[in-house]
């Protein structure tokens, strides 16, 4: 599932934030543009308006100054919009001469509209906070220009934006909510997508995975006619060849051991017949050549049993004789038998004795002895260099853990997890098949224990066993 967890979260990154980016500058690109359309419509409006009421003004203006100021309280009082927007008349010191809210004589808030339109004589506008209310306006202001060219005042529209502002608002948030729509319409389209992708992909990976730990032979289920129809297909393809190249490795494997098996007995047994016989062989060269072939033999013989072994792993018909069993006994006998062994070797054994009680514990005797010679045997091949190797068995929650380590190089860090497979034997240069250390784990795991190699602090390879004290 990591990997699915894995497309997934890449889907997020690139495909989604990328729409969401889009649907964000959209919106936001959306509601500038309506806001300053709303506000450019309302600001020309406003400045026709103030352009045609100035005009009206000119012919008044002209004539005195009391007709001009009557005229700014008639205009004022008969203002029709005055729901939308107030209508000011402001002389030079910025008084309000006449308001459409009312007869007023007051200062007015003074803002750069007013300023601009009477220093520059040009209709000016503002957009922004009320001074003296703190409410967003707009007001555009025109000047009211006497006939010797002298400003007398000006004549402002206000009108608050808050009416204005709360269509933007509503606008934005509808564009908003439509955005969010998409970007839920893409992910669940997205997702609906990803799970055609990844649901097959991921029943593909963990077949994939039982076909790499060996269940040659499997099949995935096409369901699709196309790319990961043909990916199943080629992986079904590689599963069933490699499944016919085991079964005839197995066969060949299987067949070679059985013929070999004669022939090395014979030679077994007729070298202990000839060293045996005594004056039958004069000199001493030639029992010396007899205990080589005698010796070659016997490795030979067990690396055929070894290969026997493994077929019948392959096969199945590996089986184990469980009975409640002394695995204490069986441990010990097997390390003295081979402590006398390696002494010809100038390899000490030393069993490391405790006064632990060991239960007795179901297993098959005769292959947990095969597990013990097997890795005794690795130790003294691959660390018998160190000069010595110790053995160990306790108690520890719940198993009987066994511990066998040698003094020699180790191995190497990268080569750890990789010793236990069949025929992987690595930068060791020792004799061997390279399938005793798999043996041993099949026949452990099949005991529900474990088998592990480490490096053991201070140099050498430690083999831990740990099994069961009851049945599991």
């Known amino acids: 599932m990591k990997k699915v967890k894995g497309l997934q979260k890449r889907w997020l990154r690139n495909t989604l934030s990328i729409v969401l980016a889009l649907v964000l500058l959209c919106v936001t690109a959306l509601s500038v543009t309506v806001a300053a359309y709303y506000y450019s419509n309302m600001q020309a409006g406003m400045e026709a308006k103030a352009r045609a009421s100035t005009s009206f003004f000119e012919t008044y203006i002209g004539k005195s100054y009391n007709e001009y100021y009557q005229s700014c309280a008639k205009f004022t009082q008969t203002f029709e919009a005055k729901d939308v927007m107030e209508l000011q008349f402001i002389n030079t010191n910025y008084r309000i001469v006449a308001s459409s809210y009312g007869p007023l004589s007051t200062k007015a808030t003074v803002t750069s509209d007013i300023t601009e339109a009477i220093e520059t004589k040009e209709i000016s506008s503002f957009t922004g906070e009320n001074p003296a209310t703190g409410e967003r306006i707009l007001a555009v202001s025109s000047p009211l220009i006497y006939s010797n060219g002298e400003v007398i005042g000006v004549l402002r529209y206000v009108t608050s934006l808050s009416r204005v502002d709360r269509q933007i608002m509503v606008f934005s948030l509808i564009v908003v909510l439509v955005g969010m729509l998409i970007l839920l319409i ?10 055609s992708i990844l649901v097959p992909v991921s029943e593909i990976t963990a077949t994939a995975k039982r076909i790499a730990a060996g269940g040659y032979g499997v099949q995935i289920q096409r369901q699709f006619d196309d790319e990961i129809g043909e990916l199943a297909d080629t992986i079904n393809d590689m599963s069933n060849k490699i499944s016919r190249s085991e079964k005839m490795q197995s066969e060949f494997v299987s067949s070679v051991s059985h013929e070999l098996r004669t022939p090395l007995t014979a030679i077994s047994g007729w070298s202990e017949t000839l060293l045996s016989a005594g004056g039958s062989v ?3 060269e030639a029992k010396r050549g007899l ?8 490795r030979l013989t067990g690396m055929v049993e070894e290969l026997l072994e493994f077929t019948r792993m ?3 018909r590996f089986t184990l004789n469980v009975a409640l069993s002394d695995i204490r006994a069986e441990f010990e006998d097997t390390v003295f038998m081979y402590g006398s062994r390696l002494k010809q070797e100038n390899i000490e054994l030393i069993y490391l004795e405790n006064d632990e009680e060991i239960p007795e514990i179901p297993c098959d005797t005769a292959r947990m002895r095969q597990v013990f010679l097997n890795i005794l045997d690795n ?13 160990e068995m306790c108690c520890e929650e719940g198993f009987v853990v066994v511990r066998i380590r040698d003094f020699g190089p180790g191995i190497p860090e990268e080569e750890l997890p990789l010793v236990k497979k069949k025929f992987y034997k690595g930068t060791s240069k020792a004799r061997g098949s390279g399938i005793g250390l798999a043996v041993c784990e099949e026949i452990v795991t099949m005991h529900n224990g474990s088998l592990e190699l480490s490096n053991a602090e201070g140099g050498g390879t430690l083999v831990t066993i740990r099994l069961p004290i009851s049945e599991q």
């Open 379 to 391: 130790a003294a091949k691959h660390g018998g260099e160190g000069g010595k190797i110790t053995a």
């Open 186 to 195: 893409v992910y669940i389209s997205g997702r609906y997508y990803l799970k």
């Open 291 to 298: 205990n080589i072939i005698l010796r070659e033999s016997k």
């Open 314 to 316: 392959q096969d199945g």
């Open 282 to 284: 004069d000199s001493a």
